[in-house]
T-cell receptor
Framework: AQSVAQPEDQVNVAEGNPLTVKCTYS??????LFWYVQYPNRGLQFLLK??????LVKGSYGFEAEFNKSQTSFHLKKPSALVSDSALYFC???????????FGGGTRLMVKP | KAGVTQTPRYLIKTRGQQVTLSCSPI?????VSWYQQTPGQGLQFLFE???????NKGNFPGRFSGRQFSNSRSEMNVSTLELGDSALYLC?????????????FGPGTRLTVL
């Protein structure tokens, strides 16, 4: 069975500092990895995905993520955090056998001025 | 292009009642998935439909059911509501049913069971 772990319930960072939100996964075969963000009382917004190719994936709003096959990780990063980045972030994985998209428990990012 | 729309946005029901939620996917998208989001259990997959056929089903009791119509619109139904069914129900659509396809989410329906 596939699974995703987001080891930090909350990440605190000062505005202007770099941020990292961690994600590790377990899946049979090649993983397809996704990051989503959720603002209060809203649905999930797609940020970026890794399918194949370059291990560094660039996405929306200046976010990027690094795929590391040996560590089975897909950490979300941003060089300079904004207060408006404060939200709930979800990592998700899907295998190449057509099974469902599986989400991690989410990480709340708090960016303080 | 208009995004995924879900109706109603908010719903209050009492235990034992049934409820139907509706989802209209992005135009041209043929796959629709449903998720339940609660503070305790997080995001849990309910089911996925493609071309009116259920492709995947999550680990929910039979009280939860869904269907997809020929225009790709989808509905989910919960019968005999329980207090624990209170949640945000999210619908997502994608172009096809491929694992590489991005799922785009609607704003959700907030269901409260009293």
């Amino acid at each position: 069975a596939q699974s995703v772990a987001q080891p930090e319930d909350q990440v605190n960072v000062a505005e202007g500092n770099p941020l990292t939100v961690k994600c590790t996964y377990s899946v049979s075969g090649n993983p397809y990895l996704f990051w989503y963000v959720q603002y209060p009382n809203r649905g999930l917004q797609f940020l970026l995905k890794y399918i194949t190719g370059d291990n560094l994936v660039k996405g929306s709003y200046g976010f990027e993520a690094e795929f590391n096959k040996s560590q089975t990780s897909f950490h979300l990063k941003k060089p300079s955090a904004l207060v408006s980045d404060s939200a709930l972030y979800f990592c998700a994985v899907r295998d190449n056998a057509g099974n469902m998209l599986t989400f991690g428990g989410g990480t709340r990012l708090m960016v303080k001025p | 292009k208009a995004g995924v729309t879900q109706t109603p946005r908010y719903l209050i029901k009492t235990r034992g009642q049934q409820v139907t939620l509706s989802c209209s996917p992005i135009s041209g998208h043929r796959s629709v998935s449903w998720y339940q989001q609660t503070p305790g259990q997080g995001l849990q997959f309910l089911f996925e439909y493609f071309s009116e056929t259920q492709r995947n089903k999550g680990n929910f009791p039979g009280r939860f059911s869904g269907r997809q119509f020929s225009n790709s619109r989808s509905e989910m139904n919960v019968s005999t509501l329980e207090l624990g069914d209170s949640a945000l129900y999210l619908c997502a659509s994608s172009l096809f049913e491929l694992s590489t396809d991005t799922q785009y989410f609607g704003p959700g329906t907030r269901l409260t069971v009293l």
